[in-house]
């Protein structure tokens, strides 16, 4: 095997047999170099990677971190518009609400002053109407002081004027058949309306006078007291059925009303007279002692916190 010839260049820088070893350990050792840098190129291109890599991956983190509270917060920013215009709506509500309780209150206002005003206009017509009512007490107990009453009547068919005449003039020869002289004075005679099945009911009979009025109440109580038989309706020409009458002043409703509530207080109160005159109720505690009259229904009251004694 022949070799090529070498250059003469080439022998001129070649090394002698003995400088190859030199020369091969030199080119080892470059080359080891070059190895070397190469790999410390390598590692380092791979820890740039690695780090351009974990940048990255911070870097999208960091991103769907910020998207996400980006999200969060457009959320809560509408929720903040919402709850601010819900606010906005309450407040509004809330001023209307207001508005319509101003005008309410003042509404209550006026009724409040209205129901014054009706207050003091009805105080003004209750004494109006008590003074009317005193007025037609009066007018009453005027129209009827000649005139009596006698209750618990019986009722008879077919009876007219005629026969209640002769059963006051009957009831008159009983308790005074010496003088008649009153018993011709009357003026009228009549009955009192009362319930369709009654049978029983009040004449009234009026005088020419209140003389002679008041001469037959003296007889009749005159003849209750001196007489043991209690007035009934024989005394009237009336025998069946019998039942006891009671004869008094022909008194106003008012009056009559006083009467029964005077009695009343006269039983509980040991009040021993309780009558009427004139149409007045009268109440006396024991003989000889001052006569109470009996104006109204508060009198009675009062005599009542007072034992007997009038404010």
Known sequence: MQRSPIKKTEMTHSASDTDIPNIFSKESEKQSKRISAKRLRMADDDGLGHWSIFKDEIKE???????K?????????????VIKNQNDAITNSNNDIK????????????LQNKISNLEGEKNTMTKQMDMI???????????????????????????????????????????????MTDAYQLRDVYRLPSKPDATTSTIVAEFSN????DNFIQKVKKYSKNKNEQLNSKHLGI????????????????????????????????????????????????????????????????IKKNSGQPE
């Open 61 to 67: 983190l960091i991103d769907a971190m910020v998207d």
């Open 69 to 81: 509270q980006n999200t969060r917060l457009d959320k809560l920013e509408k929720n903040i518009l």
């Open 99 to 110: 508005q319509s309780m101003d005008y309410v209150s003042e509404q209550i206002k006026d």
């Open 133 to 179: 009512d005193v007025r037609i007490d009066n007018l009453e107990r005027i129209n009827k002081k000649s005139s009596i009453e006698i209750r618990n009547v019986p009722r008879r068919p077919k009876e007219g004027k005629k026969e209640l005449f002769n059963m006051i003039q009957k009831l008159y020869s009983v308790i005074d058949s010496q003088d």
């Open 210 to 213: 209140t003389l002679a009025k």
């Open 239 to 302: 025998n069946d059925p019998k039942t006891f009458i009671y004869i008094s002043e022909h008194l106003t409703v008012k009056a009559t009303r006083l009467f029964y509530l005077a009695r009343d207080v006269a039983k509980t109160q040991g009040f021993d007279f309780c009558w009427t005159s004139n149409g007045r109720v009268f109440l006396r505690k024991k003989e000889n002692a001052p006569h109470i009259l009996v104006k109204d229904e508060e009198t009675l009251v009062s």
